[in-house]
């Protein structure tokens, strides 16, 4: 498997072409949340109410020569209630941004930005997918992360690249595959490109400065809090 997946890289990459840079909008999709017929009312009458009000939201990926920028594309929403505001916190995407000359990939929770580990440890699959005429290829990776209460969680990650693209970045954080991520899939959440622009100029990313902190001193925080 691994002999047929280096050849179609191979491949590909030879049709491939190098971009300065690169704008790319994703849809976030939600799966609704399960209700049991054994759950007491009121919280049968909670998940309804949080799947109603499920969100599609849309985010941007900005790529420079510097590194990119994930974030949430601001939209304002008249009919937003408790029950919305419950729902986007359930399925959370946050921002993102990585420089590449400090090497440090930046997660922003409101005011924080933590620090975050960006070793993937990947598992690249023969399935392919096209999305918006890109050849895109399947791969795998688990990551483990520290809770609130100090214990270790762990997540499977699946995620669908094209090697025709020659960033290997994506959307939430995940990157360190052999072309740009167009589709992400954990924790009941899928973010899907729907817009791809490339560009051969330099773009210009407004990235934040850096004031962060590790993620155990920002799980510190929030037990102490």
């Known amino acids: 498997m691994f002999k047929f997946i280096i050849f179609g890289l191979v491949f590909v990459n030879s049709f491939s072409q190098n971009y300065t840079s690169a704008e790319v909008k994703y849809s976030g999709l939600y799966s609704k949340l399960e209700i049991k017929e054994t759950s007491p009312q009121n919280v049968k009458d909670l998940f309804t109410n ?14 420079n020569s510097k590194g990119f920028y994930f974030k949430e594309v601001d939209k304002v929403n008249l009919d937003e209630n408790k029950y919305t505001k419950i729902a986007n916190t359930i399925f959370l995407v946050n921002n993102f941004f990585f ?3 400090s090497s440090l990939l930046i997660k922003e929770i409101g005011d924080a930005q933590i620090e975050t580990d960006f070793s993937y440890d990947w598992s690249l699959l023969n399935e ?3 999305i918006d005429k890109f050849l895109c290829y399947k791969a795998e990776c ?3 992360f520290n809770t609130r209460s100090g214990g270790e ?3 499977a990650i ?7 693209i020659n960033f290997n970045y994506g959307p ?10 167009l589709e992400l899939e954990y924790n ?9 622009k490339l560009f051969n100029n330099e773009i210009s990313i407004d990235f934040p400065k850096i004031k962060s902190i590790s993620e155990k001193e920002f799980v510190e925080r929030t037990k102490m809090n």
Do not use: H
């Open 50 to 63: 949080i799947n109603e009000n499920l969100n599609d939201k849309e985010f941007i990926l900005k790529i």
């Open 99 to 101: 420089l590449k000359n």
């Open 128 to 130: 392919t997918k096209e």
């Open 142 to 144: 688990i990551i483990t």
């Open 153 to 155: 969680g762990s997540r």
């Open 158 to 164: 699946t995620a669908l690249y094209t090697p025709q």
């Open 172 to 181: 939430n954080g995940y990157m360190g595959l052999p072309g740009l991520i």
């Open 188 to 196: 009941k959440t899928k973010l899907v490109a729907k817009e791809i």
